[in-house]
């Protein structure tokens, strides 16, 4: 059996040094070009939250806050500035990182946390991907662990963090407006169909994530040291409710523990169990966004 003379080892171990070296410049290259046209897009809207806004009034949450929450009645109520951070396919942890990073800059008067009836039970790991390109935010970057164990070595290339929006990077940079999610108004983006008319259904649970419920609690009290007050909403659904079920115990508890939190749920409200108020069951329409949204602003001027 012959083996490799040590001149072809030489040769071998150049060639896979001089491989690595270009593919080391090229991700760099690629990453670093991905990385601006990510940020030149205009109407990125979660750019826009982390960076840009300064509204006094701001609400949090996945596609049932971009929904439920109408920018004019606010601003009508409280006369103030507004806008709705709320993001389509998004959870609890990508809410909580763009508050982080939003505190970081300035500090609203109102901050609404719309929660999900099952954000303690469905992990987030593999979904955090819309956060990966605001690395460089050390605010942000506490929760970008979260995507997965290994997530601070897969960083280490630039293009990972654009990997899986390319697509969206080329057309946010060509169109006049962000493709696939109409044109919003203030982050608010409507529903103006209408469900069908059907039984409301009870709400199936599902096992709670402690790790989850640990993430909120040490958000609350961080903004609990700071002083920053927070209103954590459960927003009408068209499903009945335990009236003592899970996710109101934790958020009684947390009520209790940190005087700067406050909770307002809507679950089982008999005046929303209407058909014509939805778009399906989970989200409303923008007949039922307005409704939701003034007996809300109401609420919130008396408490």
């Known amino acids: 059996m012959q083996y490799p003379k040590n001149s072809d080892l030489k040769r071998f171990f150049k060639k896979f040094a001089l491989l690595l070296l270009v593919l080391i410049i090229l991700d760099f290259a690629i990453g670093k070009t991905l990385k601006f046209l990510f940020f030149k897009e205009k109407l990125n809207s979660t750019t826009y939250v982390m960076n840009t806004t300064t509204a006094d009034f701001l609400v949090f949450g996945s596609s049932r806050a971009s929904r439920h929450y109408v920018p004019a009645v606010f601003e009508k109520k409280f006369n103030t500035t ?55 935010n050390t605010a942000v970057a506490n929760f970008i662990k979260y995507n997965s164990r290994f997530e601070r070595f897969k960083l280490l290339s630039q293009i990972y963090p654009y990997n899986s929006m390319i ?20 982050g608010y983006l409507k529903f103006d169909d ?19 419920v640990d993430i909120l609690d040490d958000f609350l009290n961080q ?24 996710v109101v115990a934790i958020m009684d508890s947390f009520c209790k523990k940190y005087s700067n ?13 209407d058909h014509t108020l939805f778009h399906d069951d989970l989200h409303m329409n923008d007949i039922g966004a307005h409704k939701f949204s003034e007996d809300l602003a109401d609420k919130l001027i008396k408490n």
């Open 261 to 273: 939190v406050s909770f307002i749920n809507y679950e089982n409200d008999p005046r929303f169990f």
């Open 167 to 186: 697509g969206d990077i080329i057309m946010g940079n060509l169109s006049s407006h962000k493709a696939g999610f109409g044109i919003d108004v203030e």
């Open 223 to 246: 903004l609990h040291k700071r002083g920053i007050k927070i209103t954590v909403v459960i927003s009408p659904i068209y499903f009945t409710f335990a009236p003592h079920n899970q």
């Open 194 to 212: 209408m469900m069908d008319n059907q039984p409301v259904k009870p709400f199936k649970y599902e096992k709670l994530i402690q790790q989850r």
């Open 82 to 136: 507004f806008y709705n951070c709320g993001r389509d396919a998004s959870k609890m942890i990508y809410s909580l990182a763009a508050m982080s990073a939003v505190l970081e800059r300035y500090r609203p008067k109102h901050i609404v946390l719309e929660l999900d009836p099952d954000d303690f039970a469905n992990s987030e790991e593999n979904s955090l991907s819309m956060l990966l390109p605001y690395r460089d």
